[in-house]
């Protein structure tokens, strides 16, 4: 499945974007061949609209107004001009208040092991809402790669999403104050506006190259 590029963004050029598949297991995933890049957060944070910004694909990755939408591993691939591919990973949604506890505990395991266990994970990009800051499962889930992965073999940076919807004077100290609490980098970002996407690419890149730009 492919779809028309958006017009008028910046960033590298995306050639070509499609979903691969969405799987409900790590050992399920496709063969660890390309660079792959993970995204993670709240339910209804933004993920899906974050990749679809990042693709230049409107609809491709599913969003939805209704949390919980994302209810496996979904697998994108993405060429860009210069020839380089990477797989996008859109991981489920945690946080979200209305599914059984029995369907959260295996959300949050295939999680858990999809992050630890993926060779070809080289960064994880965990969303926050600018508005809401880090939260409690937040922390976990970093907490939890500090101990799953060495930082060389997995980047991960906290993305302060919607920022579109926080008065424009307001949307640095929103940003700061989350920088604040993160011992990663923070990246302001809105599927709205496409403020951030540069800097994610740039990121993206980055870690695919394992380059230490962290100081
Ligand atoms: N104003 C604004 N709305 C956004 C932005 N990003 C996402 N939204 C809206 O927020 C809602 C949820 O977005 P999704 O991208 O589906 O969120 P998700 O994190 O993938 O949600 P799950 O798959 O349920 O975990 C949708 O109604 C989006 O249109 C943003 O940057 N600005
Ligand atoms: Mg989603």
């Given at each position: 499945m492919s779809s028309a590029p958006q017009k008028d963004q910046i960033g590298p050029k995306v050639l070509d974007a499609s979903f691969v598949l969405g799987v409900?297991?790590?050992?399920?995933?496709?063969?660890?061949?390309l660079t792959e890049v993970a995204f993670a957060g709240r339910s209804n944070v933004g993920k899906s609209s974050l990749l679809n910004t990042l693709m230049q694909r409107s609809g491709l990755a599913r969003t939805s107004?209704?949390?919980?939408?994302t209810r496996a591993l979904n697998v994108f691939q993405v060429k860009l001009s210069d020839d380089k591919q990477f797989h996008f990973v859109d991981l489920p949604g945690y946080g979200y208040a209305k599914v059984s506890k029995a369907e959260k505990i295996s959300w949050g395991a295939m999680i858990e092991d999809y992050l630890r266990e993926r060779p070809s994970l080289r960064a994880l990009f965990l969303l926050v809402d600018a508005r809401r800051g880090i939260e409690e499962d937040d922390l976990q889930l970093l907490d939890f790669m500090a101990v799953a992965r060495p930082k060389e073999s997995c980047r991960v940076h906290v993305v302060a999403t919607?920022?579109?919807?926080?008065?424009r004077a307001k949307q640095k100290p929103a940003v700061e104050a989350i920088k604040n609490m993160a011992k990663v980098p923070v990246i302001g970002f809105s599927s709205e506006t496409g403020a951030g996407r540069d800097e994610l690419w740039r990121r993206i890149e980055k870690a695919a190259q394992h380059v230490d730009d962290d100081a």
């Open positions: 409900p297991a790590v050992a399920k995933m496709p063969p660890p061949t107004g209704t949390p919980g939408c919607k920022l579109d919807k926080i008065v």
